[in-house]
């Protein structure tokens, strides 16, 4: 069961006092990195929130961030008369106009003419667990997200393994033909130079050089270690747990063993068979870097 490591989620919680909405966002990072934005009068309750998150997420870069709104206003606004006389008072002297009457405009705009007062956050009124409540709802909302892409990466890295194992019956067949086709021609060649020059070969010398060839192009070892993989990423693409580190592993792997395979081989048809299959690994590799 695969994980995405892309994802959103958004979740809402409200009780008597206040309304929170708390919204994740998830792209792909190597590890977890966590970005939490609370407000700062309630910044004790990021621990908290990075607990419950660490509980469910072990890669991405995540960033939540926290809305919280008062379901009561209590916030009031004033006017500082005496402040308003003062500033009215400077400036018919300064600009030497005793009559002056400065516009409405004007005197709201000067500094400490409004103040506001009420709708500060309190620690109190359960404000944590509603929070807490709200974050919960988000990563199950999250975690759905990641699910349903994750089930979308398995489908596509499924069948680029279908590639392979197709490309990896091919290459099994035509390995000992590679050795066979060598044989044939090596001993064509030496009987022509040799009758050339009326000399004749032992056929222990002509069996010790195509020895030596095939100890060097033999490829049996490589398909085995190739099967493997595949046979085990496919159990992992059904696992119970995510495992994108693993994956990101055996597709290292699978590249490594392809590219012994076109070098040792030497053969066009498994050549081109390695390069169809070079292809299909760059495709699930880049799949992989999205999983958890």
């Known amino acids: 069961m695969l994980h995405s490591m892309t994802g959103q989620g958004t979740g809402d919680a409200t009780n008597s006092d206040y309304a929170v909405t708390v ?9 977890l990195k966590l970005n939490i934005r609370l407000p700062d009068s309630i910044s004790l309750f990021e621990t ?19 809305r919280i709104e008062s379901v009561q206003r209590t916030r009031s606004v004033q006017l500082d008369e005496s402040l308003i006389s003062d500033y009215m008072e400077q400036l018919r002297t300064a600009l030497n106009v005793p009559d002056l009457v400065p516009s409405p405009e004007l005197l709201i ?9 009420g709708g500060e956050l309190s620690t109190e009124g359960g404000l944590g667990d509603l929070i807490l409540q ?6 199950s909302s999250l975690l759905d997200m990641r699910l349903s892409e994750g089930a979308r990466l398995g489908e596509d890295i499924e069948r680029n393994l279908n590639v392979i194992a197709e490309n990896l019956k091919g290459i099994t067949v035509q390995a000992p033909l590679v050795i066979e086709q060598f044989s044939e021609r090596i001993t064509e060649r030496i009987n022509a130079r040799l009758a050339q020059h009326q000399i004749t070969l032992s056929d222990t010398d002509l069996i010790r050089e195509i ?4 100890d060097k192009c033999d490829i049996s070892e490589e398909i085995v270690r190739l099967g493997s993989h595949l046979h085990h990423m496919h159990e992992l693409l059904v696992a119970t747990t995510s495992n994108g580190r693993k994956l990101d592993f055996l597709t ?23 390069v169809d299959t070079k292809a299909a690994i760059e495709r699930i590799k880049e799949q992989v870097q999205n999983i958890e």
Do not use: F, M, W
């Open 211 to 214: 020895a030596i060839y095939t």
């Open 134 to 139: 709200a974050c919960s709802s988000a990563t």
């Open 48 to 66: 908290q929130v990075e607990s419950l998150l660490r509980k469910h997420l072990s890669r991405g870069s995540v960033s939540a961030h926290v």
């Open 23 to 31: 919204e994740l966002r998830s792209v792909n990072n190597r590890h």
């Open 252 to 274: 290292q792997e699978l590249l490594r063993e392809v590219n012994t395979i076109g070098s040792k081989a030497n053969d066009v048809t498994i050549a081109s068979l390695v």
């Open 109 to 117: 705009s000067l500094p400490g003419v409004i103040s506001q007062t």
